[in-house]
């Protein structure tokens, strides 16, 4: 049975080998793993083998294991659908938000950052696939919302997210990824940041430009969703 540091090493070299395909230096791509239904035991042993970034879905559950793993040097992102009532909590624990698709939960995020912490990266989620269940904004919105976002005070605008619509087809992976990658680079170029790309796709991702990929599954195993969180 495979141990999370076995698989940790296992995507580093795949993110490693897609890099040098694409003619970028590994580095410029970071790992954020996504620790959502996992321990914090899990995440502790990734801790041990170099990870520094994990990427949270549902809020109580992100809380309570940020409270019980105090003693490590984290980065949080949250990476889930945000509710109005959820974002002073995100304003406060988080460092990076990555799911940012509509002005009033921007506007919420900066109103509720504590001054004394540095502003909160945020990226766009873009909706590029087009699906109905699948939250972002639509790229014709992009736009508007990215220049009102961008005047917030307590945000760094950091670039764009997306979840494209799952595919076996990597042609499709790369067309998705590479929208995402047009989008940004039409809305502003010195944007940093692209967050893009899962266990099945993460090498169409990287040869796209991607600078974060979120992976779960290929670190941490399958997820068990029999616990409610929120």
């Not at 580095?27 to 959502?36: E, N, P, Q, Y």
């Not at 010195?190 to 893009?196: E, K, Q, R």
Request: glycine letters at 6%; aromatic letters at 4%; proline letters at 6%.
């Amino acid at each position: 049975m495979s141990t999370i540091a076995d698989n940790i090493a296992k995507v580093r070299a795949r993110i490693r080998e897609a890099a040098q395909a694409s003619g970028r230096e590994h580095s410029s791509v970071g790992l954020l793993a996504v620790s959502k239904t996992k321990p914090a035991a899990a995440i502790r042993e990734a801790f041990a083998c170099g990870v520094t970034d994990f990427g949270e879905n549902y809020l109580q559950e992100a809380l309570a294991k940020q409270a019980e793993l105090g003693d490590l040097d984290l980065t949080w992102h949250f990476i889930g659908p945000i509710q109005s009532n959820k974002t002073k909590a995100i304003a406060e624990h988080f460092h990076w938000v990555h799911s940012v698709d509509r002005l009033k939960i921007a506007e919420r995020l900066s109103a509720q950052r504590p001054p004394a912490l540095p502003p909160l990266n945020v990226c766009l989620q873009v909706n590029v696939s087009g699906e109905t269940s699948k939250s972002g904004c639509a790229p014709e919105e992009l736009p508007a919302l990215a220049a009102a976002v961008a005047e917030l005070p307590n945000l760094r605008l950091r670039g764009l997210m997306a979840i494209p619509e799952p595919t076996e087809d990597v042609a499709a992976q790369h067309a998705a990824f590479a929208r995402l990658r047009q989008l940004q680079a039409a809305l502003n170029p010195s944007l940093d940041t692209l967050s893009m790309g899962m266990s099945h796709d993460l090498e169409a991702a990287i040869s796209e430009g991607a600078t974060w990929v979120r992976i779960g599954t290929a670190l941490f195993g399958a997820r068990d969703y029999g616990q409610p969180a929120n």
